[in-house]
């Protein structure tokens, strides 16, 4: 029904993604959700005795958005409520770039410009990502060896072998999981100087020379 390259995540390797995640962790990215195996993981992961009886029993406290670019399995996904369907084409999708978490289980085929987009994309936080162990071990394009110096800077990697081998869509591939930590400074406006201080006051707010300054500043914003 699917095509070669698609390989649900069983929940036993789910957990092992999930384990390098902080708890503190809430929005959740899974930009190669499939019929969602790994996204309800993560609900799973997030439901908390604290909510029960308040949102109900299956409330999990994390949000997760989805992308997926298959037809049928889109049609799985927008069936579960719990998830939000943001997306077709993770390539090429440029949305709002604020998670906790990327969690990933991309296309063996093409795993590496799948992490790389989530490591340009994310504005700061962690990667969990499936990949291929020959995209490690053999970093023969351009593309790879970039990836072999984002993992050294800013990560980890754990063979997983033969994980696939028992699951709902069998491979003897052998797997890798891609740990990754994106810290970023805050691009915001620096409203406040320092806590607890005022910001200057500019005499010059308010001039006409002033204006176009300060409209940059505000759609920037």
């Not at 291929?132 to 997983?160: C, F, M």
Request: hydrophobic letters at 40%; one cysteine or more; aromatic letters at 8%.
């Amino acid at each position: 029904m699917f095509s070669q390259d698609f390989r649900p995540t069983s929940g036993r390797v789910a957990a092992k993604m999930l384990s390098k995640i902080s708890k503190d962790a809430i929005h959740f990215l899974d930009p190669s959700a499939g019929k969602g195996d790994l996204a309800k993981a993560i609900l799973g992961f997030g439901r908390n005795a604290r909510d029960f009886g308040h949102y109900g029993s299956n409330r999990s406290r994390h949000r997760v958005d989805v992308i997926e670019s298959d037809p049928d399995l889109i049609h799985i996904l927008r069936a579960n409520e719990d998830l939000n369907f943001v997306g077709m084409d993770w390539l090429t999708y440029s949305g709002v770039s604020y998670y906790d978490a990327i969690v990933m289980n991309p296309p063996f085929s093409n795993g590496a410009a799948h992490l790389i987009h989530a490591w340009e994309f994310l504005h700061a936080g962690e990667i969990v990502c499936l990949l291929n162990q020959e995209t490690i071990d053999n970093p023969y394009t351009d593309e790879r060896q970039r990836l072999a110096k984002i993992i050294a800077q800013h990560g980890s990697v754990e063979a997983l072998g033969q994980c696939f081998r028992d699951s709902e869509r069998p491979t003897d591939v052998h797997a890798a999981l891609v740990y990754l930590k994106k810290t970023a400074d805050d691009d915001r406006i620096d409203l406040w100087h320092t806590a607890g201080a005022e910001k200057p006051i500019n005499d010059d707010i308010g001039s006409p020379e002033a204006l176009p300054a300060l409209r940059d500043r505000l759609g920037n914003m």
